[in-house]
Each structure stands twice: as C-alpha cells, then as structure tokens.
C-alpha cells in the first residue's frame, strides 16, 4: 500500500534517484530552481510517496512572493518513479500538499507545469498573466491556485524566493569525503 508522509533526512538520496530519472540532469537549468537553490522547503510540505518501503514519489513547497509583498508558495518538483505512475500517487501527493497547505494558512501556489494535469487540482493561468518568473519559462505552463479567495487578485511583479538559506557545506566535511573517495581503489571506485 503506497502512504504519504512527510521526508525525511533519509530518504534525499532516494528522493534525488527518483527526481534525475523524472527530470534528468536539466532540472537544474529550469527556472524553478532559481527559485530553490540554496533555500530551505517550506517546513512540513516536502513529502514522499512510500511503496513497501520505497520512495516512488516526491514533492516539495518553497517560500516566494508572488509579486511585491504577497507571500505564495512554489510547488515542485513533482515526480513519480516511472514504475508506479498511473496509481494515483501524484494525485495524492498534491492533494495532501494542497490540504496541509491550507491548514497551515498560506495563501495561495504556483508552479511551472503542465495545465493539462494540474487543472484537476485547481490551479490555472488567469491570475498569472502578471507574474513573471526570474528565467525563461513558458508563459502558459505559469500556473496558480487560490487557497484564500481572491489571494492573487491582482498580483503583478516578479516571483521571488523567499525561504530561509539553506545551511552551507562544512569545508571541512567535503574535504575529507573527497580525499575518502580519492583514497578508494580505481576498480571500486568505477563500481
Ligand atoms: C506527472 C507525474 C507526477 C504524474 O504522476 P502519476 O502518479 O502518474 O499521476 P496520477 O496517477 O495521479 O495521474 C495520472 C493521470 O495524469 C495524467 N498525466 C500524467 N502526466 C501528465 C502530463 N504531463 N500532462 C497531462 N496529464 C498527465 C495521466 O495521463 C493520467 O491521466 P488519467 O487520470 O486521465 O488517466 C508523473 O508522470 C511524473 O513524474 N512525470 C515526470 C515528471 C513531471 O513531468 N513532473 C511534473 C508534471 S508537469
């Protein structure tokens, strides 16, 4: 039985296996992750799908403004191991985001994606046509989605990130995880 539930520091490299399959290496270049990198999620919105005991599907919230002063969240990435679409698991990791969402106050969403399968949860282009994203991105593929009535009425500006920075790699740590891996045989390290 597949359950959601919120991530944990143990599943990322599972969680980042099931995004470069979903995505490949060019969900770094997309303009969505302008809006991540180097920040922390939004706190209890990145969730997992788990299927006997495996990660089959992952979603995450991010803190931005929609426009000056007007606090939304950025949803994705969204992505299902290719082996267990079709089951509903996107369905139920966007609804529960949705749900907790509402209940923890925030206003409103928007992601970069496709109208033909966000649709079913509400979100759309009509309050993006003045929004605009820090990157190239395809205008209608700019969705939102109103948690409070009216919350993107009349929003206009850019989107921008604004969730607390994300901790920096310790020096130190990344030194000695590199002379580790440097210390390796060639034939293990090739494993
Ligand atoms: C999009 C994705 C998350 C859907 O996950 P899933 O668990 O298979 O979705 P669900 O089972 O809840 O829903 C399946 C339905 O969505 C439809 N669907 C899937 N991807 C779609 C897309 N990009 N556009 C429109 N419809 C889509 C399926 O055809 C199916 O339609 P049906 O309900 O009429 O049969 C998954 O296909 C995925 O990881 N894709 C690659 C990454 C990606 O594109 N992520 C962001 C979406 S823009």
């Known amino acids: 039985m597949v359950t959601i539930r919120e991530e944990a520091r143990r599943d990322i490299a599972a969680r980042d296996v099931l ?6 290496a060019s969900r770094f270049a997309k303009t969505s992750e302008r809006l991540r990198e180097g920040r922390m999620p939004v706190d209890g919105l990145s969730l997992v799908a788990v299927d ?18 007007r606090a939304a969240l ?10 267990h679409r079709n089951r509903g698991i996107g369905t139920a990791l966007v609804r529960r985001a ?10 409103a969403m928007v992601l970069v994606g496709d109208a ?10 009509a309050r993006t046509g003045e929004l605009w994203m820090p990157g190239r991105y395809d205008r209608d593929r700019l969705l939102a ?45 090739a494993a």
Do not use: C
């Open 19 to 24: 995004l470069d399959m979903a995505h490949g």
């Open 52 to 69: 006997d005991g495996k990660i089959v599907g992952t979603v995450r919230l991010w803190h931005v403004t929609a426009g000056p002063g």
């Open 74 to 83: 950025l949803l994705g990435p969204l992505a299902v191991d290719p082996a």
């Open 98 to 107: 949705i749900a907790r969402a509402r209940l923890a106050g925030h206003r």
């Open 116 to 125: 033909t399968y966000y649709g079913r949860f509400g979100f759309a282009a």
């Open 145 to 189: 989605l109103e948690l409070r009535p009216d919350a993107l009425a009349g929003s206009r500006g850019l989107i921008a990130a604004t969730g607390a920075f994300a901790p920096k790699p310790d020096l130190n740590v990344l030194i000695a995880a590199n002379n580790r891996h440097a210390r390796q045989p060639r034939v293990q390290r």
